[in-house]
């Protein structure tokens, strides 16, 4: 009788092993080889920039983060006599705050106090790509607002992948420290009804990569966190200025949560939505049925004819940009 117990516990415990370096072997692999392809530039991103007057762009400024760190932001003062509350900007994947200059200097023109961030890990912020745990560009917006304390009404703005971190902010304990929310053709997930297929072109994603890393950090692992699992469709000289690839902490934080349904049911303030029709990163026509599956009344807004980057720099768009934040400022 004692023999065959320990018979079947030394299958037991084989198999168990056995199964043990299956995984392992598996995860080393998606580490090692399940990263992030070299997608092809899109030029619809790269080349729109090329026509913008950046000659006028006010310098950086900078705040600490809680680490210490210098980060950094750009500064539009308000034109004419009557302040009409302030923004925040956040801009998209790969970029920094010069990619929101037009859409800052509109705004600043109608009366509103601008504040352009360099999110960590982008522009002048950080290590290009790299934040150093999730969460901690959610601390360095709170540093900063504490810092610089944005008149109200404020309105928090966010493009793209930006917009997605907003919608983050929005639905998190910090919700109440900014009074409005606008979400310009956000990322929300990879699940979301509104994804394209590698954003259109845009991004390259190492799923086996990303997969692995869950599980590692599931376990409290996160030496590797560091290795990239995003990369975007830059052009060469584009890659000399902006973010080229992005590693697993950045990924994750700069983008709702991966329940990002929760997110939109746990935003209790005013929020917004913009987008053009003709986006070719996003779906946008399914925006207001996200919002509404989630029980939200926001506003959501598309603009006929306004692709993914002309909705920061098109006229129309930026005006619908200013008229929507009056609108959450003073409705």
């Known amino acids: ?8 516990v030394k299958m037991l415990l084989y198999a168990l092993s056995s199964t043990a370096i299956v995984v392992l072997l598996m995860v080393t692999a998606a580490l090692a080889w399940g990263g992030p392809g070299t997608p092809a530039p899109m030029q619809s991103i790269n080349d729109p920039f090329k026509s913008v007057d950046f000659s006028h762009i006010p310098p950086l400024k900078n705040y600490q983060g809680a680490d210490g760190a210098q980060l950094f932001y750009r500064e539009y003062a308000p034109q004419g006599d009557n302040m009409k509350g302030s923004a925040v900007l956040v801009h998209g994947s790969s970029a920094s705050s010069n990619s929101l200059h037009p859409m800052a200097t509109a ?3 109608a009366g509103v106090h601008v504040y352009a961030l360099d999110v960590r890990g982008h522009g002048a912020s950080g290590h290009k790509g790299h934040i150093d745990f999730i969460g901690q560009l959610e601390s360095d917006l709170q540093m900063f607002v504490q810092a610089v304390q944005p008149p109200s009404p404020s309105t928090l703005i966010g493009f793209s992948s930006g917009g997605g971190f907003v919608l983050r902010m929005a639905a998190s304990e910090m919700q109440s420290s900014i009074d409005s929310y606008l979400l310009l053709s956000p990322f929300l997930s990879h699940r ?4 394209r297929p590698d954003s259109g072109g845009w991004v390259s994603v ?10 590692l950090n599931a376990v409290g692992l996160r030496y590797w966190n560091d290795l990239p699992v995003v990369r975007f469709a830059l052009t060469e000289d584009a890659k000399s200025f902006l973010t080229p690839e992005y590693g697993f902490n950045l990924a994750l934080n700069f983008a709702p949560h991966q329940d990002y349904k929760l997110d939109l049911q746990n935003a209790k303030g005013k929020v917004a939505i913009l987008a053009g029709d003709a986006d070719e990163a996003f779906q946008t026509q399914e925006l207001q049925r996200i919002v509404q599956s989630a029980g939200k009344d926001w506003p959501v807004q598309l603009l006929p004819g306004i692709g993914h980057i002309p909705l920061t720099l098109e006229p129309a768009a930026l005006k619908a940009v200013v008229d929507m934040v009056m609108r959450l400022h003073y409705h």
Request: charge should be neutral; aromatic fraction near 8%; glycine fraction near 8%.
């Open 192 to 195: 979301a009804p509104n994804y």
């Open 1 to 8: 009788m004692f023999s065959a117990v320990e018979g079947m």
């Open 206 to 215: 190492g799923v086996p990569r990303i997969l692995a890393l869950s599980v």
């Open 107 to 109: 705004l600043a023109a």
